[in-house]
């Protein structure tokens, strides 16, 4: 329990967090505006107490706030439930829709957000649109306003899981609108940072495109340096989901990372000293939102560098266990703005990376020691990639239910890789004034990335590389990481209480696996 003490953004974290489960698992219940002063009046009460009752009663201070925690998690999640319209009681015949972002093109439609406006529409609702490839819907960009019958977007009462998915993450549906169907009305002229952020997205990917990126080359260096995965074929896809690397391809915490760590490097040059630090963070903050910004100000590079932003002020006073509780508030400030990222699956494998790494990679590292320098570099990615893998192992067998048993091959060569191609590409972008030397970098990124495609392909089909079809339930997560509990509790102090209590929970879950799954 020591860490709990060490860490009060960790204790502020986990009661909040409890309020918003609350609140995703309760949501026709409805917090009265009066709800929490009952327990802040506790909390302004121990300011008066009498010295003489002060240690007896100094448990209540913390029971208070972490109970009026736990209300504003709960409330907090009430009031962001998502607006949902219901097509099936609006008799209009027609819905106006606006498009959020770009359209994304799938195998036989465009996939597009829409913002839907009528009369008996309430305000904020929108939908997933899948909208039949033509002509016409080839031209389609954000901002069009489109004009199509109210009937395509009824459903039957019976919801799929991706629909339950869509109304968790805010949507009121899906639905398909077929060729013909559909007018375009017009064009709003709205600009937005968001907007302008994606259409530096789309400037960086038309420069890739005409330094010789093309195809499969063009789709990985708009995933792994822009976060924009609509060029990417499913049989691309499926390959790095099976090796393990897939993480690679999505712009989260591993890129902003890279660039953040390189970024301090390179300032480190021109500005030593204790004295300057401070001049180091703000430059390399302002690089990296400044990286954010050309990466489309998605939802997962914000996150991440809201994370780092607050990791490099625990930096720069140079406390470790500071590091983790920036970690801890800036979870807390992300689930504070927006409770429902919570059931987000790329923050909870954010999370669960950055906290294992933390935890494990040091312990991990340690476990193995050589003199070699090439030998020493490949362990210490590797030892990133098993303290990672240990974090995010729960989520990801949960959610895909799949287990790649590769996972340290395929990081030797991904996370290379990737770093080169962060590199090479913001030096195509700023050879833009001179062709000759842009369209060199780009077909040296082209080879490179031909390379990592082959080597992701080459794993794939080494037998028994990949473990699928895995039955995993929730009660399973909860085992899982009450064990990591167990192993973090025993790397921090080694003693016969915590190895029993480890070793409990270990042989507990090994009877209920025992009596509840049925092994083949």
Not at 130 to 154: N, R
Request: charged share 15%.
């Amino acid at each position: 329990m020591e860490i709990l003490y060490r860490l009060p953004f960790l204790r502020i974290c986990l009661f909040f967090i409890a309020g918003i489960l609350f609140g995703l698992l309760c949501p026709t219940l409805h917090t009265p505006w009066w709800l929490p002063f009952p327990f802040a009046i506790p909390l302004v009460g121990t300011c008066f107490i009498p010295s003489r009752l002060s240690y007896k009663l100094r448990w209540l201070p913390g029971f208070s706030l972490f109970l009026l925690l736990f209300v504003a998690g709960f409330a907090r999640t009430q009031e962001t439930t998502p607006v949902v319209w219901e097509a099936q009681a609006d008799n209009t015949p027609y819905v106006i829709g606006e498009i959020e972002g770009t359209p994304q093109k799938k195998r036989s439609t465009y996939g597009a957000t829409l913002l839907l406006y009528g009369e008996k529409i309430p305000q904020g609702a929108k939908a997933m649109a899948y909208i039949a490839q033509d002509s016409a819907s080839e031209q389609l960009q954000e901002g069009d306003i489109l004009f199509f019958p109210t009937h395509l977007a009824q459903k039957e009462k019976e919801r799929s899981d991706y629909e339950a998915y869509l109304l968790r993450s805010g949507y009121s549906g899906s639905f398909y609108i077929p060729q013909g169907k559909w007018r375009k009305a017009g064009s709003t002229h709205r600009t937005s940072l968001r907007r302008r952020a994606r259409e530096v997205r789309r400037w960086a990917e038309g420069r890739y495109e005409s330094c010789g990126l093309q195809g499969e080359n063009l789709a990985i260096a708009s995933a792994l340096t822009l976060g924009d995965k609509s060029l990417l074929g499913k049989e691309l896809k499926n390959s790095y989901s099976a090796t393990g690397a897939s993480h690679v391809l999505a712009v989260s915490g591993l890129h902003v990372g890279i660039i953040y760590l390189v970024i301090v490097t390179l300032l480190q040059l021109p500005f030593r000293g204790n004295r300057l630090k401070p001049l180091r963070v703000i430059l390399a903050l302002t690089a990296l939102w400044s990286y954010a910004f050309v990466a489309g100000l998605s939802a997962s590079v914000v996150r991440a560098s809201v994370m780092f932003s607050l990791v490099s002020l625990g930096d720069m006073i140079g406390r470790k266990s500071l590091t983790f509780n920036t970690v801890f508030a800036s979870a807390f400030l992300m689930l504070l703005y927006e409770p429902r990222y919570l059931s987000d699956v790329g923050f909870q494998l954010s999370y669960a990376a950055v906290i294992a790494i933390l935890m494990f990679h040091e312990e991990v590292y340690k476990s193995l020691k050589t003199k070699n320098f090439l030998a020493d570099k490949a362990w210490s990615l590797t030892s990133v990639s098993i303290a990672a893998q240990l974090g995010t192992m729960p989520i990801m067998l949960y959610h895909f239910h799949q287990f790649s048993n590769c996972f340290w091959l395929s990081g030797l060569i991904v996370i290379p890789a990737a770093t080169l191609l962060i590199y090479g590409c913001a030096l195509l972008l700023m050879a833009t004034p001179f062709p000759l030397i842009s369209k060199t970098i780009g077909e040296l990124l082209s080879h490179l990335i031909g390379g990592m495609n082959t080597s992701i392909r080459w794993l794939e089909g080494i037998p028994h590389s990949n473990v699928t079809s895995i039955d995993f339930s929730v009660i399973d997560v909860v085992w899982l990481y009450a064990l990591l509990g167990g192993l973090i509790a025993l790397l921090q102090m080694r003693s016969f209480r915590r190895i029993s209590i480890t070793l409990s929970i270990l042989l507990t879950y090994t009877c209920y696996l025992a009596l509840s799954k049925t092994i083949i």
